[in-house]
């Protein structure tokens, strides 16, 4: 059982303490607005090593620095026009930019590569957190590798709660989904990982930007963390249309998974003749469905289902990141 960490609220007398963990080169899980991070000293390479230790996670997966403000990602990576300019459109917020390291990063954070992802995060206590320590923090979500991240402490607890002296609540994270990682050391930049900052409004602040789809394959190998099978919860998931629940039953019914086993997360048709129990719904917004979404994968999964079922979400940019982690998720 996974449940040995105290939760704390993010009170000024917690922030002290925590920064005490981080100083001394412990790891602590901190909320961000997309998912919550697992963070150690980002210019500590012992305290970075824990955190691959923890998670499980291979050493040749780098880890993101969350940064606040300009002037300390300037330190530690070489910030060009562009990314100044995506800096001052998106910054606090989901986008972990890729770029050209400095020395003072070690290589337990850039997997021995030359470039580095930062992000300044949106969250006030993640923020606060950064600035009572006085280094950047590395953080990759805090779950165990190939699981799925997490949206509330409680996840955090159930995943890494044996390893960690120190989990902060700080409520709902607003995004929901991990930041989009963009590679700023490439000509025209790229998407690594899609998110909720999606490519049209990167371009239109660019300029220009690689075709994403013809990047796919490419980015699996610049990103080892963006490997297929990732962000999977338990039980199977996949991805249905349905026009009434006749159709969704016989299309349910090919994966032989007793109804009660089953889940159904819907947005636009809503079954009725499954149990209360077996169906949520999530509102018709990209952005309020991403919040919801792993909240959603973790419940089912601790409800014991063996299938879940997303309704198709629409392909629109906007939805872009949200169809690629539950295309992950149903790989
Ligand atoms: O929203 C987020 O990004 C969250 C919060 C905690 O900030 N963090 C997060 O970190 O999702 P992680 O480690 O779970 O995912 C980071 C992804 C991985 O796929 C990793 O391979 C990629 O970013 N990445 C990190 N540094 C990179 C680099 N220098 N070049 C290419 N990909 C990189
Ligand atoms: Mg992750």
């Known amino acids: 059982m996974a449940a040995t960490a105290r939760i704390y609220r993010p009170t000024p007398a917690n922030l002290a303490r925590l920064a005490g963990v981080l100083v001394r080169g412990g790891l602590v899980a901190?909320?961000?607005?997309?998912?919550?991070?697992?963070?150690?000293?980002?210019?500590?390479?012992?305290?970075?090593?824990?955190?691959?230790?923890?998670?499980?996670?291979?050493?040749?997966?780098?880890?993101?620095v969350h940064v606040l403000g300009l002037a300390q990602a300037g330190r530690i990576a070489v910030l060009n026009a562009s990314a100044r300019r995506l800096a001052a459109a998106f910054w606090p917020g989901p986008l972990t930019l890729v770029l050209e390291r400095s020395p003072l990063i070690p290589d337990a954070v850039t997997?021995?590569?030359?470039?580095?992802?930062?992000?300044w995060p949106g969250h006030p206590f993640m923020q606060a957190v950064i600035r009572a320590c006085g280094f950047p923090l590395a953080a990759p979500s805090a779950n165990l590798s190939n699981q799925i991240s997490p949206t509330n402490s409680e996840h955090v607890r159930r995943q890494l709660?044996?390893?960690?002296?120190?989990?902060v609540d700080g409520g709902q994270a607003q995004v929901g989904i991990e930041s989009t990682v963009l590679d700023l050391t490439v000509t025209p930049a790229r998407i690594l990982r899609p998110g909720m900052i999606?490519?049209?409004?990167?371009?239109?602040?660019?300029?220009?930007?690689?075709?994403?789809a013809g990047a796919a394959q490419e980015s699996k190998l610049k990103s080892p963390g963006l490997l297929?099978?990732?962000y999977s919860p338990r039980a199977k998931l996949v991805i249905l249309k349905w026009d009434d629940d006749a159709s969704l039953r016989t299309q349910v019914a090919g994966y032989s998974v007793a109804p009660a086993q089953c889940q159904i997360i819907a947005h636009t048709r809503i079954p009725a003749s499954f149990g209360a129990d077996n169906v949520s719904v999530i509102p018709h917004d990209a952005e309020a469905f991403a919040r919801a979404l792993y909240g959603e994968m973790h419940r089912c999964d601790a409800a014991g289902a063996r299938l879940i079922v997303v309704e198709a979400p629409p392909e629109s940019p906007e939805w872009s990141g949200i169809l690629d982690r539950l295309r992950r998720a149903a790989a």
């Open 111 to 119: 997997a021995g590569g030359n470039t580095v992802g930062l992000r």
């Open 161 to 167: 709660g044996d390893q960690l002296p120190l989990i």
């Open 198 to 212: 999606h490519a049209e409004a990167i371009a239109a602040v660019l300029g220009n930007l690689a075709d994403t």
């Open 30 to 64: 901190v909320p961000t607005e997309t998912v919550y991070g697992l963070a150690a000293d980002a210019l500590n390479p012992a305290a970075c090593r824990r955190i691959f230790r923890a998670k499980g996670r291979p050493t040749t997966d780098p880890l993101i």
């Open 228 to 230: 297929a099978k990732h």
